[in-house]
T-cell receptor, first 114, second 114 residues
Framework: GENVEQHPSTLSVQEGDSAVIKCTYS??????FPWYKQELGKRPQLIID?????GEKKDQRIAVTLNKTAKHFSLHITETQPEDSAVYFC?????????????FGQGTTLQVKP | GAGVSQSPSNKVTEKGKDVELRCDPI?????LYWYRQSLGQGLEFLIY????????KSGLPSDRFSAERTGGSVSTLTIQRTQQEDSAVYLC????????????FGNGTRLTVT
């Protein structure tokens, strides 16, 4: 089945710096890759997603890149702010089965220091 | 409109008792998911419902866990003979179409087994 690996597990940056979180997946048929942000004590919320027919997608300070050949995708946050501090999860849907279940990475705790 | 609603928000139970957790998805969403999140951990897939199709139960950790979705709407996750290792936050999510559409999470039920 699909396996999603996420690195690093923790990341600390200074306010204004960039942050990059990387994920790899195992199912080459996977074609949908969302990212979720979970603030402390709150529910996960979608921040950006990418489908396999594009290599990059941007939304203001957030961008996601996808390399289907290497089976990895990354989240890039520029000009980080303290409110970006949260746990970030990448995910993928197994493409080679009929299920729509979303498999999540282990999460990255991002701390943005003022 | 209303988001995904879960009840109860907190549940404390004694080891060996059965518990039922309820999820009301967003109206019109055909897909419903249950995940488990242990303290400081990632999102562990439990079960996925899509329309009238047979559910994907591949994530249920043991036969003590079961879930139903009645009338394509409300879902109940049942844990029989609870164990201390069942203590976690149980998150429900729904999505419009299942595959490749964003998940909307509820606030979760925090289950504590004493």
């Amino acid at each position: 089945g699909e396996n999603v690996e996420q690195h690093p597990s923790t990341l600390s940056v200074q306010e204004g710096d960039s942050a990059v979180i990387k994920c790899t997946y195992s199912d080459s048929a996977s074609n949908y890759f969302p990212w979720y942000k979970q603030e402390l004590g709150k529910r996960p919320q979608l921040i950006i997603d990418i489908r396999s027919n594009v290599g990059e997608k941007k939304d203001q300070r957030i961008a996601v890149t996808l390399n289907k050949t290497a089976k990895h995708f990354s989240l890039h946050i520029t000009e980080t702010q303290p409110e970006d501090s949260a746990v970030y999860f990448c995910a993928a849907i197994p493409g080679s089965s009929n299920t729509g279940k979303l498999i999540f990475g282990q999460g990255t705790t991002l701390q943005v220091k003022p | 409109g209303a988001g995904v609603s879960q009840s109860p928000s907190n549940k404390v139970t004694e080891k060996g008792k059965d518990v039922e957790l309820r999820c009301d998805p967003i109206s019109g969403h055909t897909a419903l998911y249950w995940y488990r999140q242990s303290l400081g951990q990632g999102l562990e897939f439990l079960i996925y419902f899509q329309g009238n199709s047979a559910p994907d139960k591949s994530g249920l950790p043991s036969d003590r866990f079961s879930a139903e979705r009645t009338g394509g709407s409300v879902s109940t996750l049942t844990i029989q003979r609870t164990q201390q290792e069942d203590s976690a936050v149980y998150l429900c999510a729904s999505s419009l179409t299942g595959r490749n559409s964003p998940l909307h999470f509820g606030n979760g039920t925090r289950l504590t087994v004493t």
